[in-house]
């Protein structure tokens, strides 16, 4: 048995060349989403600022939902500690100092960073180089590229933008430490002037008594505080690396399913492929007296000694795979760049195991079919290949295209954030009909395009039909590689343009401004005094859940939005959602104005009082004094600026709202201010757009990222699955060229075959693909799709230059020689 597999691999090595290509790169793909998925585990960040400091302690780290088990979901603000808890902490057993950290948003040379008191120094620790320490109001620490680059020594004054406006500060230091980002200490009572949240720091480090360990000391600190030593202590330290968990864990689960169910595909087809080519052989096998049982090995035998290599081959690219794909996820802000990278050995057991799991499953079916076969029908079938599938795989195609419609249908019903996750499998789901269907669906599109087209090529067609089996083995991959390209670039395209459309729709301003470092109250009261200014809002976002009664979004938390009401009515103000019930004049103090639909869904009316949980973990109670007709792409709960400002990480408004007085030119208006405010950005609601654009994008990178990869993985797939269905039709060729036919002529009816192949999975992979960003569009509440153009045009290209290339190219080479030789060859 062993001597047969070996010849066999041998004398039929571009045979298995698909088969070990699908699962190199399947195998390298499942450990680098293993090395993801690890990485979102340990979400190991080395702390900088808190290195100095054993402990760190800082606000709850997240809410812990109350429908679902041990799940936690960070909130979008930074969790800081209540100041008088400073004492507490510092009198708990075994602790020798409690340091707070303060911190307040500042702008330096137009660059917005985050400034720290300087009793914080100690947590890293901070080394002065030169100068002293801040001793007094004004004075200020920085290292030594920002003075460098400010061309600042200790002594002279620097310009800092502080509380939206800029003002004059004394450097009396350079200070060094283990920190990447720029370093600014100011004066303690500074920092505590101009923190976000009045009474509250960021975080404390906790530094034990001599001889006291670090554990007993954590142990003993307050239970309803999050306590971190080690590793995490840089989760207390950078903002996002708990909010990295969820990407990672998508990005990682989601495209590991994805691979998997890419690479049972291929390999099917490929492992079919390889079988179909050698029935007649098979045949002879089973003539000269072998069991079926013994052809079944023989079979998988083979597969899996090409899968092993090849796995073998997948990991060390796996690893350079995982560490690429989590940079560039890095560098496109999806995950904060401090966060490492880990891959473990169980990513990369895994990540083998499951890629040697699938080809032994294919092979298995494969191989069973084969052996199954008599020797005289299989001879038959290797004469005259079949064209139509089974009555199982029927039967199961048809339950994978119901699947499909189900999952259509129910995604139209769904909220945004659902109707994503549902949406998707679709596109799954929809590929493995084609795939089960493969051979029939190749008849169909060879008649239709022959009667649509007018193809003068009549044996191209015959080909196309007569070898529909092995064609299929390429329409697969092509398809999903289509489906999945189209549907999730549409549909996150689809989503991002409903979110920011519906977002905008919102408000009615003239001019939007947007400070460095947040906009503040003197700034917006510098605006409103501006002649030709009707009125003026801050406008304030962040997320958080609507907790009594619980509105039940978990992990997708509503947006909040704060607005200022006595510049945000209807008539002459800037807030554009029309109200239904009671007046957003009355949205002041603790008050709060929900969407209609959610307030019915939670049976909440206006008068009633209903819990608040806000973006940093703070709980408010307040009276809902009106409903709003809000889309249901854009739910947002709003309530007043001076509610949600003190709950957010700046503490300040991210914009301001203004609306121009009758017969004010916007333009000459939007320069006075601009003059009025040095350093503040001014437009109109394009800003508001890019703001909340940018937000879209992150999630929107994840999407374009696993189309992109899934639709190399299938195309690459696809060509090694062409490349050996064309060769094996060598002696076909040269027996076309002995009957008179010309190189040219070949090579045209190729490219005719390959054509018809293209052109019905690109046919194919739209179908699957509207059948998740329709649905998904009607769930957003834009009814139809949007996005540019473009996409569709370049994957049609892409699917066309998958296999016209492969074919040509594969075609010289099965030509290369004289059609008398290359009959005449072996195998």
């Not at 191209?460 to 390209?485: C, E, W």
């Not at 709003?638 to 300040?652: D, E, I, K, R, S």
Request: include cysteine.
């Amino acid at each position: 048995m062993i001597k047969i597999v070996l010849a066999g691999l041998r004398f039929r090595a571009a045979g298995f060349a698909a088969t070990f290509v699908a699962v190199l790169l399947g195998c390298a793909l499942l450990v680098a989403c293993g090395g993801l998925f690890e990485t979102a585990l340990r979400l190991d960040a080395p702390p900088q600022r808190y290195a100095g400091a054993p402990v760190v302690v800082t606000g709850p780290i997240g809410f812990a939902l109350p429908d679902e088990e041990s799940e936690t979901v960070p909130y979008a603000e930074r969790p800081r500690v209540a100041a008088d808890r400073l004492a507490e902490i510092a009198a708990s057993p075994g602790v020798a100092r409690a340091v707070p950290d303060v911190s307040f948003p500042a702008a330096l040379a137009g660059d917005p960073l985050t400034a720290h008191g300087w009793a914080s120094a100690a947590l890293a620790p901070f080394d002065l180089h030169a100068g002293t320490e801040p001793r007094r109001s004004g004075d200020v620490v920085l290292d030594a590229g920002s003075a460098a680059r400010l061309g600042a020594v200790p002594g002279a004054g620097v310009e800092i933008t502080v509380a939206g406006a800029p003002r004059t500060f004394t450097l009396v230091g350079i200070a060094a430490g283990p920190v990447s980002e720029p370093v600014l200490l100011a004066f303690d009572a500074d920092a505590a002037r101009w923190a976000p949240t009045p009474g509250a720091v960021d975080a404390i480090g906790v530094f034990p008594e001599p001889g006291v360990a670090v554990a007993d000391v954590a142990a003993a600190l307050p239970a309803d505080l999050a306590v971190r030593t080690g590793a995490e202590r840089g989760r207390a330290e950078f903002a996002g690396i708990d909010a990295a968990f969820l990407p990672l864990i998508l990005l990682s689960a989601i495209f590991g399913g994805m691979v998997v169910v890419v690479m049972a595909l291929v390999v099917s087809a490929t492992v079919g492929l390889s079988v179909r080519q050698r029935h007649r052989e098979l045949a002879l096998l089973r003539a000269a007296g072998a069991t079926p049982r013994q052809v079944s090995r023989m079979v998988v035998a083979e597969t899996m000694t090409v899968s092993v290599l090849a796995a073998l081959a997948g990991v060390p690219l796996g690893a350079l795979l995982g560490s690429w794909i989590f940079s560039v996820t890095a560098a496109r802000g999806v995950v904060p760049a401090v966060l490492q990278f880990h891959q473990g050995l169980v990513p990369f057991a895994a990540g083998a195991l499951l890629a040697l799991v699938v080809p032994w499953v294919a092979a298995a079916i494969a191989a069973r079919a084969a052996g199954a076969t008599r020797p005289i029908a299989a001879l038959g079938e290797a004469a005259i290949p079949a064209v139509s599938t089974g009555p199982l795989r029927g039967q199961l195609a048809l339950a994978f295209a119901a699947a499909t419609v189900v999952l259509a249908g129910t995604t139209m019903f769904l909220d945004p954030a659902t109707a994503s996750a549902v949406g998707g499998p679709a596109l799954l789901t929809g590929a493995i009909a084609v795939g089960l269907r493969g051979p029939e669906l190749i008849v169909m599109a060879a008649a239709l395009l022959g009667r649509i087209a007018g193809l003068s090529n009549h044996l191209a067609i015959v080909n196309t039909r007569s070898r529909a089996m092995m064609f299929a083995s390429v329409l697969t991959p092509v398809t999903l590689a289509v489906a999945i390209a189209l549907g999730n670039s549409y549909a996150q395209t689809t989503r991002n343009d409903a979110v920011a459309s519906a977002y905008v729709a919102q408000f009615t301003a003239d001019l939007v401004v947007a400070a460095p470092a947040g906009s503040t109250a003197e700034q917006l009261a510098q605006v409103r005094e501006i002649p030709g200014v009707a009125g003026a809002t801050p406008l304030i976002t962040s997320k958080g859940w609507i907790e009594q009664p619980y509105d039940g979004r978990g992990s997708d938390p509503a947006p909040l939005v704060g607005i200022d009401a006595a510049n945000a009515d209807q008539e002459s103000g800037t807030f554009a959602v029309p109200v239904v019930t009671g007046s957003i004049a009355d949205l002041t103090g603790n008050t709060v104005a929900l969407p209609q639909a959610r307030a019915e869904a939670l049976g909440i009316t206006v008068g009633e009082r209903v819990g608040l949980l806000l973006g940093d973990g703070a709980r408010a109670e307040v009276t809902v004094v009106a409903l709003l007709d809000a889309p249901v792409s854009q739910e947002s709960v709003v309530v007043p600026a001076a509610l949600l400002a003190p709950h957010t990480t700046t503490g300040a408004a991210s914009q301001f709202l203004v609306r121009a007085a009758p017969d004010t030119d916007a333009t000459a208006l939007g320069d006075e201010i601009g003059r009025r405010l040095p350093g503040a950005t001014v437009g109109d609601t394009g800003l508001l757009a890019a703001g909340v654009q940018s937000a879209l994008d992150v999630e929107a990178w994840i999407n374009y990222l696993l189309a992109f990869l899934a639709f190399a993985y299938a195309a690459i797939a696809s060509v090694n699955t062409l490349a050996v269905a064309v060769l094996s039709r060598r002696r076909e060729l040269a027996v076309q060229r002995l009957a008179g036919a010309t190189r040219r002529q070949v090579m045209g009816m190729l490219v005719i075959e390959s054509g018809i192949i293209a052109i019905a999975a690109v046919a194919l992979g739209t179908v699957i693909a509207l059948c998740s960003v329709v649905p998904t569009a009607v769930a957003v509440g834009a009814g139809i799709p949007s996005g540019p153009v473009w996409i569709f045009l370049a994957v049609a290209v892409a699917a066309l230059a998958i296999v016209w290339p492969a074919t040509l190219l594969t075609a010289r080479l099965a030509m290369r020689h004289r059609p008398i030789d290359t009959i005449a060859l072996p195998g």
